[in-house]
C-alpha cells in the first residue's frame, strides 16, 4: 500500500494531539519527512556547514486540536448554536499559544548549546528564531541541511526531514526552513500568478450570442441564471458584502467591465467593485494581457453580474507589483492575531515592508466580507503539512467569524497545478490534490459543462472541455466528520480502478471539491475583446455569488450570514438543494481520474446549485 506519511500521522503532530512527558531529556523523534521530490526542484549540493541561517519554530496554538468542533458547533443545522458565530477577540483568546510552550523550547535550546543572544521569541510569542550556523542547526533538528535548484534556476535550502525531542514536538507545529519548499518562483512568466494557477482561454470570440440558445457553446449570465434558477434581487445590500481575491499583477480592467456589461449587464455599465489593497495591492495598468486581465476580470464581471448593481463587491488586491503576496499576506490582513502572537507567516512568503516597495505590513486591517472566493491554489505536496494545517486553521478561525470561504479545485484533475504529479518510492504519475481545498474548513468547488447540443434544462456534466474538475483525496487532512458518510460510499460503490500506490485509497482523508458550477466556455471581455474562457476560477465566483444572495435573504429576516457552509451542505436539510451531476470524470496523471456518480463524488462534489432549493432550505434554519 502507498503510505501518505505526513496525512495523518504528521497532522496529529502539527495539531498538538499527542501528549508527552516534560523531561528535560527525551529522545529525538521524526517530526516531519518528505515523501516525495518537490516538483521541478533537484538536488544540487550539501549545504555549508558555516554558512548562517535563521531557523524560525512556529509555536504550536492553544485548543487548536479542538478547532474543528468548535466550528461545527456554529455550523450544523441540527446545533443549538447554529449561526452564533464568534468574536475575533474570542478566537484571540482562545487559540494562543501558551507561556509554557515557549518557555519549553527556549530551556531546550539553551540547553542544547544555544547561547540565549541568538534567540529572539517574537513580540507576540508566536515564534522562536534563532540565529545559528547550519552546522548548529543540524544538531539542533537531526538533520542535513541540501540545496536544491527549481527548473527556473531559483535555489533553496531545505531537508527531506527532521526531528525534535519527544518532550518538544507538542509545543512546534514546524521549523523552517526544512521541508517546505517555496511555491513563489521569482522568475515566473510575466503574468503567471505564484500559484500557478489561472483560467484557460480557446481564444477571441468573434460573434458573441444573447439568449439561451447557444449555452453550450458561450456562457453567458443569462445562461446560469437559466441553469441554476437565480432569480433573487438584493433587499439589503448594505448590510451585506461579497468578497474576490485576486493578487498582483493580475488586475481587471474597467473598460472591460463596461464591455462586458454593454452586452450582458447594463446595470454594471461604470461600476467598478470596492478596491481594498492589502500590502501595496493595485490595479497596475501598464501591461494587459490574458494572463495579466483574464482571472480577474472573469472573477469580477461574472460576480458583479450575478449578484447586480446593487451589492457593492469588495475586490481584496493583494500584493505591490515588487513583491507580490501569498494566502498568508492575505490572511493576515484578515486577523491581526495571525501575522502577530500566533505567527502565521513563513519565511517562504512575501515580506512587507519591503525594500522599495510597500513601506507597512497590513496586519488585522481588513473587515472580511461575509463570502470570500479566492480562484488561485497551491499544489498540496509543495507545502509541508504542518504548514497547510496552519493555515487551514486559520479559514477554520474565519468560518468561526461567520465567513464563507471558498477556493476554485483546481483545472488539472487528479494532477497538481500545470498537470505535475508526484513520485514516491519509484512509482510515478501518483496523484497530486490541491490546497486549500483539501483544508477541511473550506468549501471547493468545481467544474461541470453544458454538453454540445443540449440546453440549460439538461443535465450537465463534469468539465472535460480544455479543462478538468479538480479532485480527489487529500494527504495531509483527516476526513471532516460532515463528510465521513458520502465518502464512503462512494469508495463502496464506485471503487476506483487503480492501484493504491498512485492515490491516497484510505478512505480516511479530507475529500474535495464539495460542490460545482459550469466552468467551460465563459464569455469574458478581456483586452477590449470577447473570449471563451474555462476554469474552476468561473465556478468559485459562480458559487459565491448565490451564497452571497442567499445571505441577503437571511439577513433581511434578521437571520445571520451562513458562514461555514459544509456541515450544512452535507445534511439531509439540503438533500434537495444540488443538482446531482453523474457523468465525466477529471483526468490527469495518465488516467480518467475519478468517475462521476449519483451522490457525492470526487468530481463535482454534491453537485451545482439548485438556488430556489437552496435558499428555501438556509432560510429554514434559525
Not at 45 to 58: D, E, G, W
Not at 192 to 202: A, H, V
Not at 417 to 442: D, I, K, L, R
Not at 575 to 601: E, P, Q, R, V
Amino acid at each position: 500500500m502507498f503510505l501518505f506519511l505526513p496525512a495523518l500521522t504528521v497532522l496529529a503532530v502539527v495539531l498538538g494531539l499527542q501528549a508527552h512527558g516534560e523531561a528535560t531529556a527525551s529522545p529525538y523523534v521524526v517530526h516531519e519527512m518528505r515523501t516525495h521530490a518537490a516538483a521541478g526542484w533537484s538536488l544540487v549540493r550539501r549545504h555549508s556547514p558555516s554558512a548562517l541561517i535563521l531557523l524560525r519554530f512556529a509555536l504550536a496554538q492553544s485548543n487548536i486540536a479542538e478547532i474543528g468542533s468548535h466550528l461545527n458547533d456554529v455550523s450544523h443545522p441540527d446545533s443549538p448554536n447554529y449561526g452564533k458565530h464568534w468574536s475575533a477577540g474570542k478566537i484571540a483568546e482562545t487559540f494562543a499559544p501558551s507561556n509554557e510552550t515557549v518557555a519549553a523550547v527556549q530551556t531546550w535550546l539553551l540547553e542544547s548549546g544555544i547561547f540565549s543572544n541568538q534567540i529572539r521569541v517574537t513580540p507576540t510569542k508566536g515564534w522562536i528564531e534563532v540565529n545559528a550556523t547550519v552546522e548548529e542547526a543540524e544538531q539542533l533538528l537531526h538533520a542535513e541541511y541540501s540545496v536544491y535548484r527549481h527548473d527556473t534556476g531559483k535555489e533553496h535550502i531545505a531537508l527531506q526531514g527532521y526531528s525534535l525531542p519527544a518532550h518538544i514536538r507538542r509545543h512546534v507545529d514546524f521549523v523552517t526552513p526544512t521541508i517546505h519548499f517555496d511555491a513563489k518562483i521569482s522568475s515566473r512568466s510575466p503574468g503567471t500568478p505564484w500559484m500557478g494557477s489561472y483560467p484557460k482561454t480557446t481564444g477571441v470570440v468573434n460573434e458573441t450570442s444573447q439568449g439561451l440558445e447557444n449555452c453550450d457553446s458561450q456562457i453567458t449570465p443569462e445562461c446560469l441564471r437559466a441553469l441554476y434558477g437565480i432569480a433573487y434581487k438584493p433587499a439589503v445590500p448594505h448590510l451585506n458584502s461579497y468578497g474576490i481575491v485576486e493578487y498582483t499583477p493580475q488586475s481587471y480592467r474597467q473598460d472591460d467591465i463596461n464591455k462586458f456589461a454593454a452586452s450582458y449587464s447594463p446595470d454594471l455599465s461604470g461600476i467598478s467593485p470596492v478596491l481594498t489593497s492589502i500590502d501595496g495591492g493595485v490595479i497596475q495598468t501598464d501591461q494587459e494581457s490574458f494572463n495579466l486581465n483574464g482571472e480577474s476580470d472573469l472573477d469580477l464581471q461574472y460576480a458583479m453580474a450575478l449578484v447586480s448593481a446593487k451589492q457593492p463587491l469588495t475586490l481584496y488586491q493583494a500584493g505591490d507589483l515588487q513583491e507580490g503576496a501569498s494566502f498568508n499576506n492575505f490572511l493576515d490582513a484578515l486577523d491581526g492575531s495571525y501575522c502577530t502572537f500566533e505567527g502565521g507567516d513563513d519565511p517562504a512568503d512575501p515580506t512587507y515592508p519591503d525594500s522599495g516597495g510597500y513601506a507597512y505590513h497590513d496586519c488585522g486591517t481588513v473587515k472580511p466580507a461575509n463570502v470570500i472566493s479566492t480562484s488561485y491554489s497551491y499544489t498540496e505536496s509543495d507545502l509541508s503539512s504542518a504548514y497547510t494545517a496552519r493555515q487551514c486553521a486559520e479559514y477554520a478561525k474565519l468560518g468561526l467569524m461567520g465567513v464563507t470561504m471558498l477556493f476554485s479545485s483546481g483545472d488539472y484533475g487528479v494532477a497538481g497545478n500545470g498537470g505535475a504529479c508526484m513520485s514516491y518510492n519509484g512509482t510515478y504519475g501518483v496523484f497530486n490534490p490541491m490546497f486549500p481545498s483539501t483544508c477541511p474548513y473550506v468549501t471547493s468547488v468545481g467544474a461541470t459543462q453544458i454538453n454540445t447540443g443540449a440546453s440549460v434544462y439538461d443535465p450537465e456534466s463534469a468539465c472535460e472541455r480544455v479543462i478538468y474538475s479538480g479532485g480527489g483525496f487529500s494527504n495531509y487532512f483527516a476526513v471532516p466528520s460532515y463528510q465521513e458518510e458520502v465518502v464512503h460510499n462512494y469508495l463502496t460503490n464506485h471503487p476506483p480502478p487503480y492501484d493504491h500506490t498512485i492515490w491516497n485509497a484510505t478512505g480516511n482523508s479530507r475529500a474535495f471539491p464539495d460542490v460545482s458550477a459550469n466552468g467551460a466556455n465563459y464569455v469574458v471581455a478581456i483586452d477590449g475583446q470577447f473570449s471563451l474562457v474555462y476554469g474552476t476560477s468561473a465556478s468559485s465566483p459562480v458559487v459565491g455569488a448565490m451564497l452571497t444572495l442567499v445571505n441577503d435573504a437571511r439577513l433581511a429576516k434578521g437571520k445571520a450570514p451562513i458562514g461555514f457552509i459544509n456541515p450544512a451542505i452535507y445534511s439531509s436539510a439540503f438533500a434537495k438543494a444540488f443538482n446531482d451531476i453523474s457523468s465525466g470524470s477529471n483526468s490527469g496523471c495518465d488516467t480518467t481520474g475519478f468517475a462521476s456518480a449519483s451522490g457525492w463524488d470526487p468530481v463535482t462534489g454534491l453537485g451545482t446549485p439548485n438556488f430556489p432549493s437552496m435558499l428555501e432550505a438556509w432560510m429554514a434554519l434559525p
